[in-house]
């Protein structure tokens, strides 16, 4: 059985940094890609990053520059959120693909005030 847990939102000022973090439990190995997706109030849920094994990260253009994304481990990720904005706020989840299934975790909460 997969699970995902994440951790690490909170109330943060503009212009503030966050570090999420999402474990993963189960049959997981680095060659699941474990991604980073977000959905604020009242809109579908986005995706903002991910790092596959073997592969460079990718990102979403509005995260660029400003979000890394990072896999410690076979069952971990993490999510560097530097200069956060309000349009940033949402709640962010952590996805991984196994055996041709996604599997999410229940999200953190980011709230970026101005």
């Known amino acids: 059985q997969v699970q995902l847990v994440e951790s690490g939102g909170g109330l943060v000022q503009a212009g503030g940094s966050l570090t999420l973090a999402c474990a993963a439990s189960?049959?997981?190995?680095?060659?699941?890609?474990m991604s980073w997706y977000r959905q604020a109030p009242g809109k579908q849920r986005d995706f903002v990053a991910e790092s596959p094994f073997g592969g460079r990260p990718k990102y979403a253009d509005s995260v660029i520059g400003r979000f890394t994304v990072s896999r410690g481990s076979a069952r971990t990720s993490k999510l560097y959120i530097n200069i956060l904005k309000p349009e940033d706020t949402a709640l962010y989840y952590c996805k991984v693909l196994h055996d041709g299934q996604s599997y999410w975790g229940q999200g953190t909460q980011v709230t970026v005030s101005e």
């Open positions: 189960g049959p997981i190995t680095a060659y699941n890609t």
